[in-house]
């Protein structure tokens, strides 16, 4: 019998999102190292005496003892891991901590773990909370997830013709799924222009480690140029405009 059949399983958690439910209750998204993405029930937790509420934000990583629940399941314990303060304690990297967290929701689905989805996550939060550059911690998690869901971008050689890209402006295609070079830009006549430089930064953090990346600090125009082609590549997969970069912008 797996540990999720038994009546009674502990699990570690990140707090993706909740919303309130009867008089004191919260439904919670959660999503798990061992089970993936979770929907579970905390009850009472609205109440003033609740030793659970403060374990239970979003951002933390948390420990849980769950029940098996008719329509969710039930978090009979809570203990916080990672509250991460620092991002708590700043409006903008809340934001950006909302940002990788709609993008885990909106990209996981009920159907079991996906340990490196879990980690890439955990790690996101854990290197906002220290301090790096929150541009370059947030375009290297975009770069992981795409990877973790099977959608890693093609940054080498063109889509089209198979052809090593060459050290000049390329196109971007969404819709294929990366490059294309100038002389098959007719592929996908809605692909977009991307420049030599922010080709070079996407490469770079696609195949560096966190230790080459983490003191990076991208110069302005790349950096929007880097955010604009992924929110588009988003977008497209997703069909629908995520929230969160709007509630950046207006913070920023």
Known sequence: MSQRASRSYRAQAIVLKHREYDEADRILTLYTLEHGKLQAIAKGVRKVKSRKAGHLEPFTLVLLQLAKGRTW????????????????DDLTLTA????????????????GPNRALFQTLADGLQRLNEGFAPETVVHYFELRLLENI??????????????????EPQYY??????????KCFSADLTAWRVSLNTLKYLRYFQRSPWSKIKNRVIP???????????QHHFTYLLE???????????VN
């Not at 399941?73 to 708590?88: G, L, P, S």
């Not at 901590?97 to 009920?110: G, M």
């Open 173 to 182: 295609s969404p819709k294929l799924g990366g490059v294309l070079c100038p």
């Open 240 to 250: 629908k405009n995520l929230k969160t970069p709007d509630f950046l912008k207006a």
């Open 96 to 111: 950006q901590a909302a940002y990788l967290v709609e993008l885990i929701d909106r990209f996981s689905y009920e159907e």
């Open 150 to 167: 099977g959608f890693r971008p093609e940054l080498n050689r063109c889509l089209a013709c198979d052809a090593k890209i060459q050290p």
């Open 220 to 230: 302005p125009e790349i950096e929007q140029e880097i955010k604009n082609l992924i």
């Open 73 to 88: 399941e039930v978090i009979a314990q809570a203990e916080a891991q990672k509250t991460f303060q620092n991002i708590r």
